[in-house]
Nanobody, 122 residues
Framework: QVQLVESGGGLVQPGGSLRLSCAASGSIVRIGTMGWYRQAPGKERELVAVIIDGGTTNYADSVKDRFTISRDIAKNTVNLRMNSLKPEDTAVYYC????????????????WGQGTQVTVSS
């Protein structure tokens, strides 16, 4: 009922930048918290950044002052601008969104994107 399509991953050199985008579509009534998570090989999935309804943001300590999360409510999208990328940022990045769909009576459900690979290497 809800599809999340991510884009923007790729290969970048250390110190470079990338911008990830995630677009939500489907039977959407309202979108709540939107966020990005990542999972590196052999590690657990971890929170990178979230943005809630009112625009408040929260970041993992490892990405503070380098990454910026933003959302376009009209387009149902969430973006992640990543600057000063480091090799340790290499991971699959997943979009995560809380959505109230038609017929849910305002109850939110959680959805994940398919993931996009970010590789930081020289």
């Amino acid at each position: 009922q809800v599809q999340l399509v991510e884009s923007g991953g790729g290969l970048v050199q250390p110190g470079g930048s990338l911008r990830l985008s995630c677009a939500a579509s489907g039977s959407i009534v309202r979108i709540g918290t939107m966020g990005w998570y990542r999972q590196a090989p052999g590690k657990e999935r971890e929170l990178v950044a979230v943005i809630i309804d009112g625009g408040t943001t929260n970041y993992a300590d490892s990405v503070k002052d380098r990454f910026t999360i933003s959302r376009d409510i009209a387009k149902n999208t969430v973006n992640l601008r990543m600057n000063s990328l480091k090799p340790e940022d290499t991971a699959v990045y997943y979009c995560n969104v809380n959505v109230a769909i038609i017929g849910s009576f305002g109850r939110y459900s959680n959805y994940w994107g398919q993931g996009t690979q970010v590789t930081v290497s020289s």
